[in-house]
């Protein structure tokens, strides 16, 4: 189906897949590659309003995910090495519960560098702060 907020996305068993287009050039990224947790009659509401508050809030947020994804590999040194190594597409989880004025949603990174093999790098954020920064194969 074609969603206002999302684009083109597929509904697969439970969630709802798709790429949304969006450039932030200082993370080098050009799109989202989002996972819906929703039913059959497609996004709520409140998950549309919260991926349109992280496309607004982006920004802002970037300074402290660059340090967290930092955090989490082992390889780099800076954040300006974050951001030239990070792969342009970004996974975005989006659940069907949060706040009442958001739902909880989780970023997930991956690196186009040497090495890197299946690592993606993943960064919780609940009420609009990181609550959890990790890597995992």
């Known amino acids: 189906m074609t969603d206002p907020t999302f684009g083109e996305i597929e509904f697969k068993i439970d969630a709802w897949d798709g790429l949304a287009p969006f450039a932030y050039e200082p993370s080098r990224t050009s799109r989202f590659a989002v996972h819906i947790w929703a039913d059959e009659s497609g996004p709520s509401a409140l998950q549309r309003a ?76 609940v009420g609009w702060d990181i609550v959890e920064a990790f890597a995992a194969e």
């Open 50 to 125: 919260t991926f349109d508050q992280l496309k607004a809030r982006y920004p802002s947020l970037w300074p402290d995910i660059a340090e967290a994804l930092l955090l989490c590999h082992p390889g780099l040194i800076s954040v300006e090495e974050v951001a030239a190594g990070l792969s342009p597409t970004i996974g975005c989880y989006i659940e069907d519960e949060g706040g009442p004025a958001h739902a909880d949603f989780e970023l997930v990174y991956t690196f186009d560098l040497p090495g890197e093999g299946g690592r993606g790098y993943f960064v919780r954020i």
